[in-house]
């Protein structure tokens, strides 16, 4: 795994329990680097550029690992389409935000992030 969502999705994968931990502490991490962006009027653009780069590579990670038909826990085929709808949004909204990054549009890519973790770890 070369990219940084990815390596950094393997590290949370080497540190907790579940799946699904992994997956949230993924998700979370991707919203506090959005949630910073936003927070902080002086960030480089290069930060914000990692920050939605980050998001995207995450989101592409759960899609191809939803739509590969050898997936060894595949999920029912209605929970499957929800999160490829998510999915596909969640990447368009963030290819928007490459090419214009309007920080009051970050967050409704913070709230799924934020959302979707709390779902996997049971706080939803």
Do not use: C
Not at 82 to 90: C, E, G, S
């Amino acid at each position: 795994m070369s990219n940084s969502a990815a390596q950094a999705y393997a590290r949370v994968a080497s540190t907790t329990a579940s799946p699904r931990a992994n997956e949230a502490q993924a998700l979370l991490m991707a919203a506090n680097k959005l949630q910073e962006v936003v927070s902080n009027d002086n960030m480089p653009e290069e930060r914000i550029k990692h920050a939605l780069m980050f998001n995207r590579k995450l989101w592409t990670l759960f899609l191809s690992d939803v739509l590969n038909e050898e997936n060894p826990q595949p999920l029912p085929q209605d929970v499957r389409q929800k999160i490829v709808n998510i999915a596909m949004f969640v990447l368009t909204h963030t290819m928007a935000l490459l090419v214009s990054p309007q920080r009051d549009h970050f967050a409704p890519l913070i709230n799924i992030n934020r959302n979707i973790a709390a779902g996997l770890s049971g706080r939803a």
